[in-house]
T-cell receptor, first 114, second 114 residues
Framework: GAGVSQSPSNKVTEKGKDVELRCDPISGHTALYWYRQRLGQGLEFLIYFQGNSAPDKSGLPSDRFSAERTGESVSTLTIQRTQQEDSAVYLC????????????FGPGTRLLVL | AQSVSQHNHHVILSEAASLELGCNYSYGGTVNLFWYVQYPGQHLQLLLKYFSGDPLVKGIKGFEAEFIKSKFSFNLRKPSVQWSDTAEYFCAVNMGNAGNMLTFGGGTRLMVKP
């Protein structure tokens, strides 16, 4: 069956521009997560959506970062006024439920800010 | 801050050698533990996970991991590696008081020489 998909796969932008990254979770998965992986480092949690509950935004590094999710489907991560330190792979994951449920990851979007 | 440590950043082994990758976390409460693997050019995928019960868990491709609560560790092992095990391995922990996100270690790059 279809896994988690993300688009675009690569994005090059200039410093100061806004970018939007998209995630399509596995159908039926109520939980959706965004993570960031900087070069040579592990994944950092950014934001988490569960059903219709308020999202957990505790990992967002600044107010330039925001995310939305439409019901239990597509999510968009927006980075405003990009900075060079935003360059990273942005990974989306989805799961059936919470906590102990396996998170299934997408291929990521590689963002390069020049 | 709660954290996950993987002490080996790069490991090089010959085929048929035994593997042990260390993972330690800093949280005294209930945890759910995961090992993920990323093969070259592929998505992150789950190797194995531990929630409760027998602290020795078996995963795919002959991997196993042991949860030692007193040592806050969840080391990954494989008795005999193959060239196809060349990948990056990530330990991840869901810490009960930190919501539903995973906290990842920095990853270990394993290269298996044929």
């Amino acid at each position: 069956g279809a896994g988690v998909s993300q688009s675009p796969s690569n994005k090059v932008t200039e410093k100061g521009k806004d970018v939007e990254l998209r995630c399509d979770p596995i159908s039926g998965h109520t939980a959706l997560y965004w993570y960031r992986q900087r070069l040579g480092q592990g994944l950092e949690f950014l934001i988490y959506f569960q059903g219709n509950s308020a999202p957990d935004k505790s990992g967002l590094p600044s107010d330039r970062f925001s995310a939305e999710r439409t019901g239990e489907s597509v999510s968009t991560l927006t980075i405003q006024r990009t900075q060079q330190e935003d360059s990273a792979v942005y990974l989306c994951a989805s799961s059936i439920g919470q906590g102990r449920e396996t998170q299934y990851f997408g291929p990521g979007t590689r963002l390069l800010v020049l | 801050a709660q954290s996950v440590s993987q002490h080996n950043h790069h490991v090089i082994l010959s085929e048929a050698a035994s593997l042990e990758l260390g993972c330690n976390y800093s949280y005294g409460g209930t945890v759910n533990l995961f090992w993920y693997v990323q093969y070259p050019g592929q998505h992150l995928q789950l190797l194995l996970k531990y929630f409760s019960g027998d602290p020795l868990v078996k995963g795919i491709k002959g991997f196993e991991a042991e949860f030692i609560k007193s040592k806050f560790s969840f080391n990954l092992r494989k008795p005999s590696v193959q060239w196809s095990d060349t990948a990056e391995y990530f330990c991840a922990v869901n810490m009960g008081n930190a919501g539903n996100m995973l906290t990842f270690g920095g990853g270990t790059r394993l290269m298996v020489k044929p």
